[in-house]
T-cell receptor, first 114, second 113 residues
């Protein structure tokens, strides 16, 4: 059974600091996704990582994927209050027969304080 | 483009009632899916479809039915509502299979009493 674990689940940061959110998954997959959710809102796609070693950056966020270690990281640089949200990673469960079945982590609730 | 739309936004049902949550997309996406989101549980896949006429079960399909008669629409039916189905439901779509970037609808907040 594919499991996706994020840590930490809660993160309180000061503005200007750096931090990393980790996403571990338990089975082989080459496709990993990061989403952002603001309170009471829908999910917004941040990054799509489709191969080992993939790195993508958007503003203060950078995501990477290591398929051998089954690990993705979301690095936050010089946090600002606007980054406060819940961040989810999701992995495509591919067992040769159930293509398209995404498994989400439980999310990391990030709070950036002045 | 309206993107992914869901109706209703809010719904209260009594135990045992049935209803259909509507989802539509106007992006000509082949892949559509339904998730439920519960506090502390993340999102869990209920059902998904890789094209018109093709559906499959996700992680938590019990108590729900889907059909995909057109590319645009993917309704989710609750057969006999139970309090355990109180949740926020999201519909999503994606252009490619396996899914690349998924576009999520605004969600339906369902309460079953």
């Amino acid at each position: 059974e594919l499991k996706v674990e994020q840590n930490p689940l809660f993160l309180s940061m000061q503005e200007g600091k750096n931090y990393t959110i980790y996403c571990n998954y338990s089975t082989t997959s080459d496709r990993l996704y990061w989403y952002r959710q603001d309170p009471g809102k829908s999910l917004e796609s941040l990054f799509v990582l489709l191969s080992n070693g993939a790195v993508k950056q958007e503003g203060r966020l950078m995501a990477s994927l290591d398929t051998k270690a089954r690990l993705s990281t979301l690095h936050i640089t010089a946090a600002v209050h606007d980054l406060s949200a819940t961040y989810f990673c999701a992995v495509d469960k591919w067992d040769g027969g159930s293509q398209g079945n995404l498994i989400f982590g439980k999310g990391t609730k990030l709070s950036v304080k002045p | 483009n309206a993107g992914v739309t869901q109706t209703p936004k809010f719904q209260v049902l009594k135990t045992g009632q049935s209803m259909t949550l509507q989802c539509a997309q106007d992006m000509n996406h082949e892949y559509m899916s339904w998730y439920r989101q519960d506090p502390g549980m993340g999102l869990r896949l209920i059902h998904y479809s890789v094209g018109a006429g093709i559906t499959d079960q996700g992680e938590v399909p019990n108590g729900y039915n889907v059909s995909r008669s057109t590319t645009e629409d993917f309704p989710l039916r609750l057969l006999s509502a139970a309090p355990s189905q109180t949740s926020v439901y999201f519909c999503a779509s994606s252009y490619s299979i396996p899914p690349s970037e998924q576009y999520f609808g605004p969600g339906t907040r369902l309460t079953v009493t």
